[in-house]
């Protein structure tokens, strides 16, 4: 297909089809130049027939000619007829004569031959009658057949109407003034002249031969003008033709751009999948809604769904497609016909909503309530639930940031858990800026060893000895200082650093646990590591760093999360069957935190069940002792997370637990400190 516009087409079409070197001449320039030649044709061929007038008039004498005093008008005309063929050529050398000049010269020529034509009859002393016998008279055939030459009909009758207007005139005044007899008496005198008569036949021949020769070069050149314009117009009709299909090939070839473009748009601002409109059209609508007067108040709300790629890699495509499409339907069912939904990520949705400034709340947002129930995706029930985030713009200069402000909601709330529901503040873009300040700062740190792990102690609650610890990862900057796990912990997951930084602290804490054991006289401790979800995506490194461990430190527990091995239970199932013949013992941390715990507890071989500190701080004694009852019965030993008080101790004592882990007994700290004894004292007396 070509991809020439049209007009670039056309003319390269034009010089490649036409074989000629050069275009004919444009026939309006033909004509012209006809024209001019016409002109000269005229001078040259009255001047011919001056000549020959001239030789013809001094060979024949007149009667009465010798006796004659006057002044022979005969020459001045014929001079005056030269003057006016030279002004002619004159005029003629580069374009033709204007219309209105040629009539001016005509009427000239005529004039000059009536004028003629009575001096003739004052020379001769004749009476008016005499100039109805001039032989002068067949020049008016001459002027008017020269008249062809240029080609303009028009030229012609105006030429005919001058000469008959000038011998109507002529034969009228010889009629009034002439007695009745004297045509016919003047007619014989005039025949009885032999030379007269010879001279007169002579210029009648000259004239009609050079009547009928103008006649025919002007048929000539008529002829040859139009076999140019025929060959023209045939020459023109063929491009016509090619036009004609280059304008029909063109026309289909926009047709396919029309449809390429539609289908470009369509890609562009339409989500195939589910018919929704795309980020584009998102970005098109924001623009379009900031432009209006007066400016409606906008919220913007961007809904993820939870552990979608999980989904869709472990029940396949089609199963997720249609996820997304059901996803769709409900936020399409739930929205208002004023509401804006879009599809801009891949499992990320957008809902834009007016809302009225008097009425500040998402009056137009679809409930998410939906996504927090089990979803059906064809023969899959997809129960991951969604996160949100929202934020508002207020006014038109708020919907540059909109986009950007909802993006760092939305993260706040993944980072949160699941099935949360953000709005946007300030703090979140400063924390967002802080984290893009920390993973650049990651890789550094961990080449120049700003990681660190302390270890915070798991104690016995009926004897308050210590059982063991759990090590967790510590990140001091040297100029931000000590830095969250809650921020830099994603950050390793996200970057995949995860299963380096994962491996470096299983061999740590396997060293530091076999150290802290010999320096307490222990050797019933246990070391408790926490593994990341992303760990279990490489399971070799992971099994391969526990054998390396606990060829160092046999005593060790690996901590998962419920979110972690409910993302993909077949790999998790695999996994921790590899860790478990491995050695190492697992503990089920933060429990009761994510969703179907106890389908969690029945699917997988868990040794420990961590309870989460919310429940340990809360008052919900009932359900802490539901756990416990639970745990007891599938044998599990449980610990309890978040005890910072001796009241707490004791509750969670009474209602069962075997462990506790929290401030109560003191805050994480390094290797060092527990070989060189100083966080004993906090829990070595007996037990209470």
């Given amino acids: 297909m070509s991809r020439d516009v049209p007009g670039v087409l056309t003319h390269r079409a034009l010089e490649g089809n036409v074989h000629m070197q050069t275009r004919p001449a444009a026939p309006d320039t033909q004509l012209e130049n006809e024209i001019r030649i016409g002109d000269r044709s005229i001078a040259l061929v009255t001047a011919i027939l001056l000549i020959l007038m001239a030789l013809v ?384 700062h990651l890789h550094t740190a961990i080449r120049s060893r700003q990681l660190w792990v302390a270890y915070q102690p798991i104690v016995c609650l009926s004897t308050n000895l210590l059982a063991g610890w759990e090590a967790l990862l510590r990140w001091t900057h040297p100029l931000l200082g000590p830095v969250p796990p809650v921020d830099f912990i994603p950050l390793l997951e996200e970057s995949g650093l995860i299963n380096q930084v994962g491996r470096r602290i299983l061999i740590v804490a396997a060293e530091d646990a076999r150290r802290m054991s010999l320096a307490l006289g222990r050797k019933d401790l246990f070391m408790s590591v926490n593994v990341s979800p992303f760990q279990l995506n490489e399971p070799s490194t992971l099994v391969g760093a526990v054998h390396k461990a606990r060829t160092r430190f046999a005593r060790l527990k690996l901590e998962l999360t419920e979110s972690g091995v409910a993302e993909d239970p077949v790999r998790a199932r695999s996994v921790l069957s590899q860790l478990r013949d491995a050695g190492v013992e697992l503990s089920l941390d933060d429990f009761g935190t994510g969703m179907s715990s106890l389908a969690h507890l029945q699917q997988f071989e868990f040794d420990y069940l961590k309870i989460d500190r919310a429940f340990v701080q809360s008052d919900e004694d009932a359900f802490i002792k539901g756990i416990l009852l639970l745990a007891g019965s599938l044998g599990l030993v449980t610990i309890a997370e978040g005890i910072e008080t001796d009241a707490d101790r004791k509750r969670l004592l009474e209602l069962g637990a075997r462990y506790g882990q929290g401030y109560f007994w003191g805050a994480a700290t390094p290797a060092a400190a527990w070989i060189n004894g100083a966080p004993f004292t906090t829990f070595r007396k007996a037990a209470v």
């Fill in 57 to 440: 008039y001094v060979m024949t004498p007149a009667p009465g000619d010798a006796s004659s005093k006057s002044l022979d008008p005969v020459w001045p005309a014929m001079s005056a007829l030269a003057i006016l063929s030279l002004f002619r050529i004159y005029m003629s050398r580069r374009r033709p004569l204007p219309s209105w000049l040629s009539y001016i010269t005509m009427a000239g020529e005529f004039a000059v031959l009536f004028t003629l034509i009575v001096c003739f009859e004052a020379k001769y002393d004749q009476p008016p009658a005499f100039v109805l016998k001039s032989p002068t008279v067949i020049w008016l055939f001459v002027l008017i057949g020269l008249r062809a030459l240029r080609l303009d009909p028009l030229e012609v009758l105006a030429a005919g109407a001058m000469a008959a207007t000038g011998w109507t005139g002529l034969t009228l005044w010889a009629v009034w003034q002439s007695p009745p007899s004297a045509i016919t008496h003047d007619f014989v005198a005039y025949m009885s002249g032999p030379s007269i008569l010879v001279g007169a036949e002579v210029e009648k021949v000259l004239a009609i031969l050079l009547f009928s020769f103008s006649l025919a070069i002007a048929m000539r050149r008529a002829q040859r003008f139009m076999g140019r314009v025929t060959d023209y117009a045939s020459q023109l009709v063929r491009l016509l033709k090619k036009e004609k299909r280059l304008l029909a090939k063109l026309r289909q070839e926009s047709e396919e751009r029309q449809q390429t473009a539609r289908q470009l748009h369509d890609a562009l601002y339409t989500d195939a999948l589910t018919g929704l409109p795309s980020r584009q059209a998102l970005n098109d609508e924001l623009d379009q809604r900031a432009r209006q007067r007066p400016f409606r108040p906008l919220r913007l709300v961007l809904v993820d769904l939870c552990s979608f790629r999980r989904f869709n890699d472990t029940m396949g495509r089609v199963a997720g497609d249609a996820l997304l499409v059901r996803a769709a339907q409900d936020l399409r069912g739930a929205s208002r016909p004023s509401t804006f939904i879009a599809r801009i990520a891949a499992d990320e949705f957008a809902i834009l909503a007016s809302v009225h400034p008097d009425e500040l709340e998402g009056e137009d947002i679809p409930s998410l309530g939906s996504f927090g129930r089990s979803i059906d995706a064809g023969s899959f029930t997809f129960s991951g639930g969604a996160n949100s985030g929202a934020a508002w713009a207020r006014e038109s200069r708020d919907i540059p940031m909109l986009m950007h402000n909802a993006s760092l909601a939305l993260n706040e709330a993944k980072r949160l858990g699941r099935q949360r529901s953000v709005d946007f503040d300030k703090g979140q873009r400063q924390r967002a800026e802080r984290l893009a300040q920390l993973e650049s």
